[in-house]
């Protein structure tokens, strides 16, 4: 259709000011969508739907699109693997040969660690289920770091579970779906994660800031903290358990102490969903692994036996015992009126 | 002169079509793919469409497509909703308010001009990220994203070309 013959061809419309009004109305509806929405609330309800959407529709999309690329790699993979098997092959032995020395160190040093625990009434952290996912998207930017995993609520996955490569921490989960969960990386700006220093037993605040080096803040004192450190998480609030590896610590161009992450010593490309809530699953008894003392090894030294605290007088009933109490218990009394030695932890504490 | 050049240009011609290329690429580019073992890099491609939009025209219908595009990468990167739009839209403004100034420049000046655009949308994403999460992003990482940013503007000059002078009703 020719131009004059279309009735809106004439039609004069002052585009400039049209056009600037759509884009001061369209700013307004941004800022306002910005103001409303924050990244670092764990809560789904707080991630949002349309969000939780998204994540659905990318997830299968990007595994998909992924596949050539993955498919490429362990092509490639198989290939090299061909050619080097023979240095391959002499580099496992001599590893393997470290590790049964290792293993023996390890057998040992768990009967030291069993006995312990035993004398002393510690309280062992649980085992932690895991869920296994694949990486299908992931975004590097210096504002936002995070990747989509390829597992969700159906798996048991909620926000705020740790996530790990077979290296170290790489981050937490933000937001779950049907079959995909958002992770919130450390290196991530919004990322706050209450670490130790191994060494010291310090405790610090890392904190992401888009770089590949998050920062270590908070840190007290002078001495806290020297190039090589590791890191671990210190399980502080009880959002992450004690005890997994981060990364070493290191000066950073700017001064400021940094963490060069465990997790980038090879690309994260599979990931493991703990399944760690807080600390209150420490109540759940039944999952506790037993662990009765194991009797003494025959010729070796024993400790002194603990110090037998003095028990105050019988009473009616004995008031249950307060979490952290860790000196050993006196045995119980004949009359069936004592609770169980262990004890149900107090929230947020009793480690 | 044809028919169809006669015509007005249709949106989806000029803002549709680029817009769906632009979170193709980004998708694309967001994948766990790497090359000798190094990731890709993370451009930001919305850029150089954006850009283009206000040198091409004042349109009604840009402003939104702006809108949606940043409200994608939101969404694909994990950043908080209305982060990239705001990002996105300010440069935006800030060409259509200078358009006159930028008619009839050369390709080097255009191109002057887009990293000052692209300087602006990721200025404004430093200082929203440092009120929100009350850290500063690593300046290096900014200045990356910034370098594989600014060498997308052949992609604007390429649209802008095609564009700016294709519907008779602005000649």
């Known amino acids: 259709m020719p131009l004059r013959d279309n009735p809106l061809g004439e039609l004069k419309v002052p585009l400039t000011w049209t056009a600037g009004i759509a884009f001061i109305v369209v700013l307004i509806v941004a800022v306002a969508a910005l103001l409303s929405d924050r990244r670092e609330a764990f809560d789904t309800d707080e991630y949002g739907n349309p969000r939780t959407l998204s994540d659905r529709v990318l997830a299968p999309v990007g595994e998909i699109a992924s596949a050539p690329g993955r498919l490429t790699g362990q092509g490639v993979e198989g290939v090299r693997g061909y050619f080097f098997a023979v240095s391959e092959n002499r580099r496992l032995r001599e590893e393997l040969e470290k590790a049964r020395r290792w293993q023996e160190i390890a057998v040992s040093l768990q009967d030291t660690n069993e006995r312990y625990r035993a004398i002393l009434g510690l309280k062992t952290d649980p085992p932690i289920p895991m869920a296994s996912a694949r990486v299908v998207t992931d975004s590097r930017g210096p504002f936002a770091q995070s990747r989509l995993a390829n597992a969700g609520t159906e798996r048991g996955i909620k926000p705020g579970n740790p996530v790990m490569s077979e290296n170290g921490l790489i981050g937490r989960v933000v937001g779950a779906g049907q079959g995909v969960s958002r992770v919130l990386l450390l290196t991530d700006p919004a990322s706050r994660t209450p670490v130790m220093i191994d060494r010291t037993n310090s405790r610090a605040i890392l904190t992401g800031d888009g770089g590949p080096n998050p920062r270590l803040e908070y840190l007290r004192g002078s001495a806290a903290v020297r190039e090589g450190d590791v890191i671990l998480t210190s399980g502080d609030g009880g959002l992450l358990p004690r005890g997994l590896p981060v990364g070493v610590a290191v000066r950073g161009l700017d001064g400021r102490w940094r963490v060069a992450l465990a997790a980038d010593k090879a690309p994260v490309d599979y990931v493991r969903i703990l399944l760690f809530e807080d600390f209150t699953q420490l109540a759940r008894t039944q999952n506790l692994t037993p662990s009765g003392a194991p009797p003494p090894t025959p010729g070796a030294e024993t400790l002194p036996p603990p110090p037998r605290l003095v028990a105050p007088p019988p009473k009616a009933a004995t008031p249950a015992p307060k979490a952290g109490a860790s000196a050993p218990a006196a045995p119980p009394a004949s009359n069936g009126a004592t609770p169980p030695a262990k004890a149900a932890p107090s929230p947020g504490g009793g480690r | ?171």
């Open chain 2, 1 to 171: 002169m044809t028919g169809s050049a006669a015509r007005g240009l249709p949106p989806w011609r000029w803002l549709g079509v680029p817009m769906l290329q632009v979170m193709a690429v980004t998708f694309v580019f967001a994948l766990p793919l790497r090359f000798w073992g190094l990731s890709l890099p993370e451009p930001l491609f919305a850029m150089p469409v954006v850009f283009a939009w206000a040198v091409i025209r004042p349109a009604m219908l840009a402003p939104p497509a702006a809108l949606l595009l940043g409200l994608f990468l939101d969404m694909l990167w994990g950043t908080p909703a209305g982060f990239w739009a705001v990002c996105l839209l300010l440069p935006y403004g800030l060409v259509l308010g200078g358009r006159g100034m930028l008619a009839g420049q050369s390709q080097l000046i255009m191109w002057a001009w887009y990293a000052a655009a692209t300087g602006m949308a990721l200025g404004s994403g430093y200082l929203i990220t440092m009120l929100e999460t009350q850290v500063a992003p690593d300046p290096i990482s900014v200045g990356w994203q910034f370098l594989a940013t600014v060498i997308l503007y052949p992609f604007a000059h390429r649209l802008i070309d095609r564009f700016e002078d294709a519907d008779v009703r602005f000649r």
